[in-house]
C-alpha cells in the first residue's frame, strides 16, 4: 500500500562523491517534490517538477539536482556533497498544485549521512 | 516573506491530557493552514487542514481553527493517547499562479506517557 517510496532510508556517502537518492510513487501524481530537513528545523523544499516541468527555488545550491524519467519516479543528485548536506531528504507528490486544495503525499525520507 | 512560528518541544504529556500546541503565520492574502504529523520512521501525513477564515479542520480527534483575527491555527486534542506521541508540523500554502509551496514551521515533539 505504500504510495511514495524513498530508497535508500539511510544512505551514507563520502565527502565530495556524488550520491543520487531516489522516489517513487504509485499515485500517478503530476507533481513530486524534494524538501531537505535538517536537524530540528522545518523542511525546506529544494525543487519541483509539474509533471516534466522543473521548478527550481531561488535558493537551492547549484550542487543539487534532480531528474524525473517518468511519472512514477524522481531522483535528487547531488554532485558533490559536503558536510552541511548531511540531512533528512524528504519526497513528495501531489495530484496538481492548485493552491491550498490539494495535499501533498511524503514518503519516509532518506537520512543522508556525508562522512 | 511568508513564515510559520510554533511552540517550541518537546512536549511530554499524561495519557488523557488535554493538548493545546501552538501555532501562528505570517503571510500576505489568504493562505490555507495544515496540520502534518511524523510518526517516528515515517514519512509526513497531513492530519487537517483548512482553506478559509473561521473553517475548522478536524481528523482522529485533533481539531484546529483558522484564526485570521490572530493569524493562529493552534492544535488541540481533548484526550491525547501514548499513540499521538510524534512531531507536529503546522504549514502554509498560499496560491502563487501554479508555484505554490508549503511553509513549515519547526516541527513540537509530543510525548505521551501512560
Known amino acids: 500500500d505504500a504510495m511514495v517510496i524513498q530508497n535508500p532510508r539511510y544512505q551514507v556517502t563520502q565527502f565530495g562523491k556524488p550520491v543520487t537518492l531516489s522516489c517513487s510513487q504509485t499515485?500517478?501524481?503530476?507533481?513530486m517534490y524534494w524538501y531537505q530537513q535538517k536537524s530540528s528545523q522545518a523542511p525546506k523544499l529544494l525543487f519541483h517538477?509539474?509533471?516534466?516541468?522543473?521548478?527550481n527555488e531561488a535558493d537551492t545550491p547549484d550542487n543539487f539536482q534532480s531528474r524525473r524519467p517518468n511519472t512514477s519516479f524522481c531522483f535528487l543528485d547531488i554532485r558533490s556533497p559536503g558536510l552541511g548536506d548531511a540531512a533528512m531528504y524528504l519526497c513528495?507528490?501531489?495530484?496538481?498544485?492548485?493552491?491550498?486544495?490539494?495535499?501533498?503525499?511524503f514518503g519516509p525520507g532518506t537520512r543522508l549521512l556525508v562522512l | 516573506g511568508d513564515s510559520v512560528t510554533q511552540m517550541e518541544g518537546p512536549v511530554t504529556l499524561s495519557e488523557e491530557a488535554f493538548l493545546t500546541i501552538n501555532c501562528t503565520y505570517t503571510?500576505?492574502?489568504?493562505?490555507?493552514l495544515f496540520w502534518y504529523v511524523q510518526y517516528p520512521g515515517e514519512g509526513l501525513q497531513l492530519l487537517l487542514k483548512?482553506?478559509?477564515?473561521?473553517d475548522k479542520g478536524s481528523n482522529k480527534g485533533f481539531e484546529a481553527t483558522y484564526r485570521k483575527e490572530t493569524t493562529s491555527f493552534h492544535l488541540e486534542k481533548g484526550s491525547v493517547q501514548v499513540s499521538d506521541s510524534a512531531v507536529y508540523f503546522c504549514?502554509?500554502?498560499?496560491?502563487?499562479?501554479?508555484?505554490?509551496?508549503?511553509?513549515f514551521g519547526t516541527g513540537t515533539r509530543l510525548t505521551i506517557i501512560p
Open positions: 517538477y509539474y509533471d516534466k516541468d522543473f521548478n
Open positions: 504549514a502554509l500554502i498560499k496560491s502563487n499562479f501554479g508555484n505554490e509551496k508549503l511553509t
Open positions: 483548512a482553506t478559509k477564515a473561521d
Open positions: 499515485l500517478n501524481h503530476n507533481v
Open positions: 503571510a500576505t492574502g489568504y493562505p490555507s
Open positions: 513528495a507528490t501531489s495530484r496538481d498544485r492548485t493552491g491550498g486544495l490539494e495535499t501533498q503525499y
